[in-house]
């Protein structure tokens, strides 16, 4: 099996929200999402088109190496997505605000520099395991190290899975902040670090 990472084109948005709508975690308990991970947030077709024409939506596509061979160019299987965006114009309460701002004040009058908000982020359950997250954070960061210097996540204290793998990969916990009566922590991470794993 082969496995491309590339940005998202128009056509890979159904595979993407179906992905995003599996790794919710809808209808497991608050014990099990927090186990297997969980994201969170409303995405729509307009809403990725926006993120597109932005830093960018990055996709991990697998493709059996038959069909590789045979039909070149032919879509395979997504494996995993990782979205990111620009801080935008959200309300203050948003968990993205509330994370730069948390993040901007932790940095105490530090300039951060260009800053990008990075997730979601999502891996299918079959393909765990196989280094997906890894090519997908190789691949976003040599594409926006020279145009962005740090990277904003935030994820919910709830959310364990998610914590362990942001600590997995040594992202910075910048800051802990909550919002609309949940907890999050902050975490940061620059491009130009990332850059140079397998893509």
Same mark, same amino acid.
């Given at each position: 099996m082969?496995?491309?990472?590339?940005r #998202?084109?128009?056509? $890979?948005?159904?595979a993407i929200?179906a992905?995003? $709508?599996?790794? @919710?975690?809808?209808?497991l308990s608050?014990e099990e999402r927090?186990r297997?991970?969980?994201?969170?947030g409303?995405m729509?077709?307009?809403?990725l088109?926006?993120f597109?024409? !932005?830093?960018g939506i990055?996709?991990a596509?697998?493709?059996e190496e038959a069909?590789?061979a045979?039909?070149? !160019?032919?879509p395979?299987?997504?494996?995993g997505f990782? &979205?990111?965006s620009?801080?935008g114009?959200?309300p203050?309460? +948003?968990?993205a605000?509330?994370?730069v701002a948390a993040v901007?004040?932790?940095?105490?009058g @530090?300039d951060l520099g260009r800053?990008?908000l990075y997730?979601? &982020?999502?891996?299918?359950d +079959?393909?765990?395991?196989?280094?997906?997250l890894?090519?997908?954070?190789?691949t976003?960061s @040599?594409?926006?190290k020279?145009?962005y210097?740090l990277?904003v996540?935030? &994820?919910?204290?709830?959310?364990?899975? #998610?914590l362990? &793998?942001?600590r997995?990969y040594?992202?910075?916990?910048?800051?802990s902040?909550?919002t609309?009566?949940? !907890?999050?922590?902050a975490?940061?991470f620059?491009p130009?670090?990332f850059?140079?794993?397998?893509?």
């Amino acid at each position: 099996m082969t496995i491309t990472v590339r940005r #998202s084109r128009p056509e $890979d948005h159904a595979a993407i929200l179906a992905l995003m $709508d599996k790794a @919710r975690g809808t209808g497991l308990s608050d014990e099990e999402r927090a186990r297997r991970g969980f994201v969170q947030g409303t995405m729509t077709p307009d809403i990725l088109a926006r993120f597109q024409d !932005g830093p960018g939506i990055f996709v991990a596509e697998a493709t059996e190496e038959a069909d590789a061979a045979h039909a070149p !160019g032919a879509p395979g299987e997504l494996a995993g997505f990782a &979205v990111t965006s620009e801080p935008g114009p959200l309300p203050p309460e +948003h968990p993205a605000t509330a994370a730069v701002a948390a993040v901007t004040k932790a940095a105490a009058g @530090r300039d951060l520099g260009r800053l990008f908000l990075y997730g979601p &982020v999502a891996v299918d359950d +079959h393909f765990q395991g196989r280094g997906i997250l890894t090519r997908l954070l190789t691949t976003l960061s @040599r594409a926006l190290k020279d145009d962005y210097d740090l990277a904003v996540a935030f &994820v919910e204290t709830a959310n364990a899975r #998610s914590l362990a &793998v942001h600590r997995h990969y040594g992202m910075t916990e910048a800051a802990s902040f909550e919002t609309a009566g949940r !907890g999050y922590v902050a975490f940061t991470f620059a491009p130009a670090a990332f850059a140079g794993g397998r893509s």
